[in-house]
């Protein structure tokens, strides 16, 4: 069954750090997206990606935040300068279409545990 | 400020009973409603969605009912098994955007 790969599964790292954290969504899906999770939280909208253009982003993702596309198959989020607020679980998602992201047809990855120390 | 929120933070219920899960709304310009499971160390995973317009929906062994007169919805899972333990959350897709948004989750634990 395809599936949403996430690399690395925990990264630890010092405060001010610039950190990459990728992800590989399933082949033929065209929509893309960064959730986190704080410990004990709810899972929270970063961005959403298509057609290699962000589509939405939420208010938590800032100038700090990137994400691309460098190639047909790996999808990044980027945080220029980690502060310690932004230890969280990371989750990609991608789905097929619009559609199927409305109706929560999301395929999610298991995630990156971010620390900053 | 509009949210999705759950009233019950953990259910521990008994091998084969069933289980309900709840979830309050606040925001009318939802169509559509998700349920996720999230396992251990794992991501989220898509249960069931019902949209707007609909009160009931069924799935295998999951029932969805959406009271949209008191902002309500639920999760039925029948004859709960030790591998439904996990946390369930309950998201919704408010008109004009296509990105869920997730409520705060409830750990359904099940004892043998």
């Known amino acids: 069954e395809p599936e949403v790969t996430q690399t690395p599964s925990h990264q630890v790292t010092q405060m001010g750090q610039e950190v990459i954290l990728r992800c590989v969504p399933i082949s033929n899906h065209l929509y893309f997206y960064w959730y986190r999770q704080i410990l004990g939280q709810k899972v929270e909208f970063l961005v959403s990606?298509?057609?290699?253009?962000?589509?939405?982003k939420s208010e938590i993702f800032d100038d700090q935040f990137s994400v691309e596309r460098p190639d047909g198959s790996n999808f990044t989020l980027k945080i220029r300068s980690t502060k310690l607020e932004d230890s969280a679980m990371y989750f990609c998602?991608?789905?097929?279409?619009?559609?199927?992201?409305?109706?929560?047809?999301?395929?999610f990855g298991e995630g990156s545990r971010l620390t900053v120390l | 400020g509009e949210s999705v929120g759950l009233h019950l933070p953990t259910l521990s219920v008994q091998e084969g009973d069933n289980s309900i899960i709840n979830c309050a709304y606040s925001n009318s310009a939802s169509d559509y409603f998700i349920w996720y499971k999230q396992e251990s160390g794992k991501g989220p995973q898509f249960i069931i969605d019902i949209r707007s317009n609909m009160d009931k929906r069924q799935g295998q062994r999951v029932t969805v009912l959406l009271n949209k007169t008191v902002k309500h919805l639920s999760l039925q899972i029948a004859a709960t098994q030790p591998g439904d333990s996990a946390v369930y959350f309950c998201a919704e897709s408010a008109g004009g955007s296509y990105i869920p948004t997730f409520g705060r989750g409830t750990s359904l634990i099940v004892h043998p």
């Open positions: 998602a991608s789905s097929e279409d619009m559609v199927a992201a409305k109706t929560g047809e999301l395929f």
């Open positions: 990606f298509y057609n290699n253009e962000i589509s939405e």
